[in-house]
């Protein structure tokens, strides 16, 4: 293959220099002042005397008199402002559309290679893989863009968030018009008898040819009520998120395995998943509105974790094109919300009743922890608000500008900690008074510690008392009966806490005990005595009694990691002066861990847990689809570019890098970089290049996309940098020309076109837009991230 080609036919295409453009467009200030509110203010009062009337009336036109000529000033000075604002946004304008300099740009491909001119200025950026795509920058990269936008009302009429988690999902909506009600769905019957539920467990069932047959309790009662025989020819999967963060060769194609070994696409179980709360969620809606509701009314908004990268969140976008939430045509009716940076949005609201403060340190807001505070106690509290606050399904919004309360100052940082079922995601943000918009301090990380960390320490328990290959055998033939054991030992979970006394009891499934004794010919009380494991005892009513020591060794994997994981992250440059620490997402409910970071942290910042806390996500997802625009600057996750050709230089690129066409000399797999790891970028940032194609009539672009997690890295050779993605340009039919143009029908060179492609790193998700110049008409453009 040509070291230049990016098309799977050879096909090159030129580079051309992007545009440099830093104007921003300040917002026009609007200043009225009403007169007849004035009138109103100071209309007389009738019953009053004549002569009181008639002072009082004259002090009146007098003041009316002032007030027009006030009003008069304010207009005119208004106009002053707007005309010179739309002298400067015109400009703007005009500098942005400014032409391009045409220039050839090398299309490596062995056959046919296109040396630019003597022209071509040689930029010191990196570089890329020799049998790779090449293009040849004209000049050096320029900064990313800002394209200021506006705060502007939620153009839909009702905005649906759904929380997928590992362990639990649930949505919640609201309606533009009263944006302060976030209405939770309804509560799922399930669990614990009489118990209702805000979320329902992220678990799905097939039948045995494949097709959709339920979600959540429902699935999972009816999974457990059916025969052992017959439960082997049906597909429950559950805690299945995980695997897309697993998955480091994600595709459209990646399977997922059922409790029984089968395997199904996972992209037909999360669309699956997420056709079920789209069904549920609009009959709601529906129930709730006034007035009838089309689909492109709806906004959809779907949260997935921090530390989730590109291909992930394409993933669920496909995900919920394919579930029937949106269309693939109206993508921007489909929001990706990042799980801590929704938690943010909606915690940079609550007030100090609707929290529980853990910190060790004294305090002057009401809390004195110098004296005697039992964790416990304090924890009952803050449960028993959570259930109170069940009673209702409609959460209002306090209205402000972010203010936690008046211990929280302008330019405050704070932590935000979201501990899930499958991952733990960290971020940081500052709040930017007085808009109360959010800024991002350092790049979201966090890692797989949620909690299932604890359920896999839990079945590494079991195989050490009953043997490995037991276990396996036992999950693959009593697939029902395994999912029953965890459903127990994730309700007693919930319920340790440190200090506990009494150990925890988790009922064994009666085909557990039965077939271990088929299996290895004794009994599971022979088994856990042979084990020496003396934290762990068995029960006559045929229960494992975990003690509180067992417990500690089951959590203290987990929990470390993720105390680690914070103080790590409190200990970076940019972190330092962090005043809180916010502990959300279901983990966070577990006293364990929030005693665990309350020993750890509690005297560095305050350490604050929301009441909703299993909610906290799902409520700020709802307030991130009504205002997209609330964080205006994200930190990049990886660094991105582009294998370029540049100028070889003689000492500082290597000589295996040396490519010589037509007598000069070139320097191959330079990385011409778009942004940068952890480089702040603000919303609406955007970066340009502009590339003309190699042919005359050639309809496709394909650019291949790089990335690296670290930002010393020159070449796209270098460790750590792989192919991550394709930028797609599909060019529509050249706009005929006249008779006697260049190209036209009266002959000479073909023109060639100039595409400029736009991309978006500000946003949760990359985005790029592009554009032919000589035609002004929008290029079909897209970046696939699963075609690797």
């Known amino acids: 293959m040509g070291i230049c080609c990016l098309l799977c036919d050879n096909v090159q295409f030129k580079r051309i220099t992007p545009l440099l453009d830093t104007q921003q467009h300040p917002s026009e200030s609007r200043e009225t002042l009403s007169l007849a509110a ?80 003597d022209d071509l200025s040689a930029p010191s950026s990196p570089a890329t893989a020799r049998n790779d795509c090449s293009i040849t920058p004209v000049t050096p990269s320029p900064s990313p863009r800002v394209e200021v936008r506006p705060r502007m009302a939620c153009p839909f009429s009702v905005v649906v968030a759904i929380d997928f988690g590992t362990t639990s999902s649930g949505y919640a909506f609201s309606f533009s018009q009263d944006s302060e009600a976030i209405h939770m769905m309804k509560r799922w019957e399930g669990g614990d008898p009489g118990v209702a539920n805000q979320k329902s467990p992220t678990c799905l069932l097939l ?81 709730q509105s006034s007035s009838v509701l089309e689909g492109e009314q709806i906004r959809w908004v779907i949260t997935v974790p921090a530390v ?57 807001n009401g809390l004195n922890l110098d004296g005697p505070r039992p964790f416990d106690s304090s924890f009952r509290q803050a449960r028993e608000q959570l259930r109170r606050s069940r009673h209702s399904r409609t959460f209002l919004v306090e209205s402000g500008t972010g203010e936690l309360w008046s211990e929280l100052q302008t330019g405050d940082r704070y932590i935000v900690a979201d501990c899930g079922g499958g ?29 299932v960390g604890v359920d896999l320490a839990f079945e590494a328990m079991l195989c050490q008392i009953f043997g490995e290959d037991f276990i396996q055998s036992f999950k693959a033939k009593r697939p029902a009966a395994w999912v029953d054991l965890t459903i127990a030992f994730e309700a007693r979970k919930r319920t340790a806490a440190p200090g506990r006394a009494n150990a925890l009891n988790i009922s064994l499934p009666f085909s557990f005990i039965d077939y271990y004794k088929r299996h290895r010919g004794q009994s599971v009380e022979a088994a856990l005595r042979r084990s ?195 930028i797609n340009l599909d060019l529509p039919e050249p706009l005929p020309q006249p008779p006697g143009a260049v190209g036209g029908a009266g002959g000479g060179v073909p023109e060639r076109r100039e595409i400029r492609a736009t991309m978006q790193f500000g946003d949760t998700e990359i985005k790029v837009t592009a554009v032919d110049i000589m035609s002004n008409r929008s290029v079909r453009a897209s970046i696939d991230f699963l075609s690797n």
């Open 38 to 117: 004035a009138r109103q203010s100071y209309k007389p009062n009738s019953t009053r005397k004549n002569t009181r009337r008639r002072r009082v009336n004259t002090t009146y036109s007098s003041r009316i008199l002032d007030l027009g000529l006030e009003f008069g000033n304010i207009i005119e000075e208004v106009k002053k402002k707007k005309k010179g604002q739309e002298h400067r946004v015109a400009t703007a304008y005009k500098e942005t559309l400014a032409p391009v300099k045409m220039a050839d740009v090398v299309q490596p491909d062995p056959n046919s290679l296109q040396i630019p001119g």
């Open 532 to 726: 020496n494991m003396n934290i762990v005892k068995w029960s006559s009513q045929g229960m494992l009694r975990l003690t509180q020591e067992a417990m500690n060794e089951l959590f203290q994997p987990t929990i470390f990691n993720i105390v680690k994981h914070i103080e790590e992250l409190m200990a970076k440059p940019e972190v330092r002066g962090v005043r809180f620490l916010f502990l959300v997402g279901g983990f966070a409910e577990s006293p364990m861990l929030q005693k665990a970071v309350q020993k750890a942290l509690g005297r560095t910042c305050r350490i604050i847990i929301p009441h909703d806390v299993g909610l906290t996500i799902l409520k700020g997802a709802v307030l991130f689809g009504l205002d997209p625009t609330v964080v205006r600057v994200r930190r990049c996750p990886l660094t991105y570019g582009v294998g370029v050709l540049n100028r070889f230089v003689e000492g500082r690129h290597p000589r295996d890098k040396l490519l010589v066409k037509d007598g000069r000399e070139w320097c191959t797999d330079i990385l011409d970089r778009f942004v940068s790891v952890d480089q702040s970028v603000a919303l609406g940032e955007v970066v340009r290049r502009s590339y003309t194609p190699a042919r005359v009539g050639q309809r496709k672009i394909i650019i291949n996309i790089y990335c690296s997690a670290t930002d010393d890295v020159t070449y796209i050779s270098d460790p750590g940098v792989r192919k991550c993605g394709t």
């Open 308 to 364: 989730w990268r590109q291909p992930a969140k394409q993933f669920m976008r496909e995900a919920a094109y394919l579930g029937g939430l949106v269309s693939p045509e109206c993508p921007e009716q489909l929001l990706i919300a990042l799980e801590p940076e929704a938690a943010s949005i909606y915690c940079r609201k609550l007030r100090l009743h609707q929290v529980l403060d853990l910190s060790l340190q004294p305090m002057t």
């Open 207 to 287: 039948t045995p040819d494949l097709r959709f047959h339920s979600f959540g309790f429902a699935a999972r009662d009816f999974y457990h009520d059916l025969d052992p025989e017959e439960a082997r020819h049906w597909l429950y999967f559950d805690k299945f998120k995980m695997k897309i963060h697993s998955t480091s060769d994600l595709t459209m194609e990646t399977e997922l395995e059922a409790v029984n070994g089968r395997k199904v696409r996972a992209i037909e179980v999360f669309a699956h998943a997420l056709r079920f709360f789209r069904e549920h969620a609009l009959k709601e809606v529906k129930d």
């Open 423 to 451: 991952t733990v995601d960290l971020t940081v943000h500052q709040i930017e008074q007085p808009q109360g918009t959010l800024k991002e301090l350092y790049k979201a990380s966090g890692g797989p510690y949620g909690a």
